[in-house]
């Protein structure tokens, strides 16, 4: 089947985030794809890149990172939920003139259609909120 | 299942907060907005305390926030008007239907289980 997640946790903050990348992976070990994780509401937390979590706990932006590099899942940020929460890739941190920046591929800032889309057209979008 | 009829929608908006306190309420509205703007149809379900985004002569929050009566006002100019409120919901907070800014339907616990049942796509917030 193909599969899609919207995190609407933050990291570290409530076991939305763990959970769902728990679910994320149970899913590539069965054989199905996931096509993408969409990144709502607090969940958008889980793209920074600045993420420094104390080396006994998981990293979990660096788990997301395996996840796209090793299957292909696409990591989808709502770019308006993002901004207004200090969450700014290269070309946006540019734009609003702000010295560095906090989301890097493969996070990428997107818009809410693609969460429409995402859940349209897979066979099942799965929700993990706090 | 009665009352339930009309145009199916694509989307089920399902909104469980309140407006003022957290973005949920409004975050949630921005999904169904998006959606209704690429041209799905979109129905919005207010459960639990999200019933209280209908009540009438909202302002904006206190603390900076916009609050969301603005918002739903505009929701028939992106045709969303396939507006939805838990009957048990509005027993409990002792409100009325004719209490609420915007025309609505009342769903019973048991339309509730059919309606998320027959939505091709569900969004909670």
Redesign the interface.
């Known amino acids: 089947m193909r599969y899609a997640i919207l995190l609407l946790g933050a990291p570290y903050s409530s076991q939305a985030s763990h959970s769902a990348l728990r679910f994320a992976q149970a899913l590539v070990a069965r054989g199905h794809r996931l096509e993408a994780v969409f990144f709502y509401h607090d969940g958008v937390q889980n793209a920074a890149r600045l993420m420094s979590p104390p080396q006994d706990e998981p990293h979990l932006a660096d788990v997301w990172r395996r996840l796209h590099a090793e299957h292909s899942v696409a990591l989808l940020v709502c770019i308006a939920t993002a901004l207004r929460r200090g969450l700014l890739d290269e070309k946006e941190a540019a734009r609003h003139g702000k010295l560095g920046h906090s989301v890097a591929a493969p996070f990428e800032l997107t818009g809410l259609g693609q969460l429409i889309d995402l859940g349209l057209s897979c066979d099942r979008l799965v929700t993990f909120a706090p | 299942m009665n009352n339930l009829s009309g145009p199916v929608s694509?989307?089920l908006v399902i909104l469980r907060h309140a407006p003022h306190g957290s973005?949920?309420l409004r975050?949630g509205l921005?999904?169904a907005l998006?959606?209704a703007?690429?041209g799905?149809r979109v129905s919005l379900l207010f459960m639990g305390e999200g019933v209280t985004a209908l009540c009438r002569h909202q302002g904006p929050g206190p603390l900076g926030q916009k609050g969301t009566a603005a918002t739903l006002e505009m929701l028939e100019m992106y045709d969303i008007d396939s507006l939805w409120v838990e009957m048990a919901a509005l027993e409990r907070l002792g409100l009325y239907t004719e209490d609420l800014m915007l025309p609505t339907q009342p769903v019973s616990s048991d339309q509730l289980a059919a309606m998320v049942a027959a939505a091709?796509?569900v969004?909670?917030?």
Do not use: Y
Request: hydrophobic share 60%; aromatic share 18%.
């Open positions: 694509e989307l973005s949920w975050e921005d999904a998006v959606a703007a690429f799905r091709p796509l969004l909670t917030f």
